[in-house]
């Protein structure tokens, strides 16, 4: 039996992927694999710009609304259940198609997953504790002295990766980036084909983020949060799903923490940011092809043509 083919599209936040995914589904006959932590929500469609219905409907798609905001999703759950889909959509005879921003999935996809301890509850219990009663920045002081490579790369309030931090130095004795720089050996059960969008011009991807940002807030994403917050009262600020670019924002502007204005532009300013962490992700990942979305509007076209020579079509 011949080895299965993936063909996977990557990019930042609003650089146009979905759009060039259904135009690569007008040529081949392709199911999409959603490489998207925050698509995996059901009831959170406008602030992750989900496809639409029709968009769903011209084209399947896998891994989107599986879960409940108030549950949890992993990158080894995610390897798990691409690898599983890739096999089926071949079986089928379709080509399958990875589209999404989700770089820390596809490194586990494609460079397997770090051998990392599973949660502990009375050692998570403990670190709760320690930041009841000595503030979140104790811990993070801390976590710069055990394991100060990864807590530069964290932010000082990012509550539940610094609690993880912790937890991992704690059960192991060594660093959370020592286990993440250990070499795995690992080997695809499918064959690769990765390209990207990467656009050169920073400014044009800061504007479509921008405009998307006021379309959502038009489309009614405040009351989609608020709608939230009704229907899973368990949820927290520091809950996975509303950690999601602009959730966070949104929740603390309904708590009272801030005013509208505020919010819209820490709401921007945080998807900016998530777009840089991808393109730094990027620069990193090896890539068959590259295109930039903004250039002269050919480089859908050569990325369609890519596709179409890896599957033989």
Known sequence: MP????????????????????????????????????????????GTAKPSPAERAFVPHHLIDIITPAESYSAARFVEDCTRLIGEITARGKCPLIVGGTMMYFRALTQGLNDLPEADACLRADLDEQKQMYGLDFLYRTLQKVDPETACRLKPNDSQRIGRALEVYYLTGKPMSTHLGSPTSHTLPFDLHTTALIPENRARLHENIALRFHLMLEQGFIGE??????????????????????????WEYLDGATDRQTFIEKGIAATRQLAKRQLTWLRKTP????????????????????AKRFFGV
């Open 225 to 250: 949060v608020e709608n939230l917050r009704r229907l899973y009262p368990g949820l927290t600020a520091d809950s996975p799903a509303i950690r999601c670019v602009g959730y966070r924002q949104a």
């Open 3 to 46: 080895t299965p083919k993936a063909f996977a599209l990557l990019g930042p936040t609003a650089c146009g992927k979905t759009a060039l995914a259904l135009k690569i589904a007008e040529t081949l006959p392709v199911e999409i694999i959603s490489l998207d932590s925050a698509l995996v929500y059901r009831d959170m469609d406008i």
């Open 287 to 306: 890539l068959d092809c590259v295109a930039d979305p903004f250039s002269d509007g050919t480089s859908g076209t050569r990325l369609i043509e890519a």
